[in-house]
């Protein structure tokens, strides 16, 4: 990526554009880029395709109403879910032993007859609402949760067995290891390098952010120009 941002201009690896500012700038665009996508999932199929990476699922046991999100969480994908019966009582079965793996729960699912449905996320007013309501209390087949805290979610029905989460997990600082030359400039070091895990399909919208912060950086007005047509054209 680095190649490929001094390509456009024209410049050598040196202490022009230091390995520490990029590696900064790298991270600064990963968060926003995970951010942005899950705002947007599922919009497309390459939303998914460049966040697969960081996407984890796990089945979840509610404790006294609520379920912990991993550790590594950092947003959620979609709707969670939950099994219920055909005659919508909830899954029970799923409480008879602990699920560590969506292969798990996806087996005590078929075994027990049930089905999955969505539990609507919704905010602490209409959770509030809802479950004092007469008429739209939660019931298995129309679940409801909302995010208590950072790592936490409150659902109703409080005894649901399970939830399934599908989320974004926490990504890895990049580090960008080099070593310096007699004539100042530098080289990869893959040594004392750790990346993010980006794969190509995310190449086009990092690579157009990274541009417009060296740009930003360099100074270099007939860069700003040229970044400017190209986005104009819809090129970056």
Known sequence: MLNAILGVANEEKNLSYPPFIYQSQYNTVTSLLLSKLSDIYPSDSGVLDMLDPFVERKVIQPV?????LPDNFRNILGTPQIG???????????EQEEIKTNKQFETLVLKAGCRKVPLLMVDQSEFAFRTTSTYKFPTYEKPIGYRSGKQQIKVCPYDIAAVEVMYVKKETLAVYG?????????????????????????FKPMFDMLLFLYTAFSRDNNLRDWTLLLNKEGLI
């Open 64 to 68: 006294g109403g609520y379920i912990t």
């Open 178 to 202: 080099y070593t310096m030359q007699p004539d100042d400039t530098f080289v990869f070091n893959e040594a004392t390098s750790n990346e993010v895990g980006w794969q190509s399909s995310a």
């Open 84 to 94: 219920v019966k055909g005659n919508g009582d909830g899954c029970q079965e799923c």
